[in-house]
C-alpha cells in the first residue's frame, strides 16, 4: 500500500498531460509570457511542444507554469509527476524495511 501514493501520483500527472495533448492535436502547448512565440523557441526536432493560442482547448491544463530560465515551464500534470519522484524513493525505503522487519 505504501507504494499506491507515489504510483497514484504519476499516474494522475501523466493522464492530465495525455488528456490536454489529446485535445490539441497530440502536442502540448506552452505559455510563453510576453506573447511572443514561434515554433522556433522550441528547436527543430522538438514535435510535442506548440505554442498556446486562444484555440487552445484545456489551457489551464497546458504548460502554464513559467520559471525566467528557457525549457522550464511545466503544466500540472507535470507538478504531479515531480511529486511522484520525491516521494518514491522514501516510499519505497520504508516499504523494504517494513517487510524486512520482524514482527
Not at 61 to 81: A, K
Amino acid at each position: 500500500m505504501l507504494l499506491f501514493g507515489p504510483a497514484l501520483l504519476f499516474a494522475l500527472g501523466f493522464c492530465l498531460n495525455v488528456s490536454v495533448m489529446v485535445y490539441n492535436g497530440n502536442q502540448m502547448p506552452v505559455y510563453v509570457p510576453g506573447g511572443y512565440c514561434t515554433q522556433e523557441i522550441f528547436g527543430e526536432k522538438d514535435i510535442i511542444h506548440t505554442c498556446l493560442t486562444d484555440k487552445t482547448k484545456l489551457k489551464v491544463l497546458s504548460d502554464v507554469i513559467w520559471f525566467n530560465d528557457p525549457g522550464m515551464d511545466f503544466s500540472i500534470g507535470d507538478l504531479f509527476e515531480e511529486a511522484c519522484e520525491y516521494t518514491f524513493w522514501p516510499f519505497f525505503v520504508l516499504f523494504v524495511y517494513k517487510s524486512l522487519k520482524k514482527d
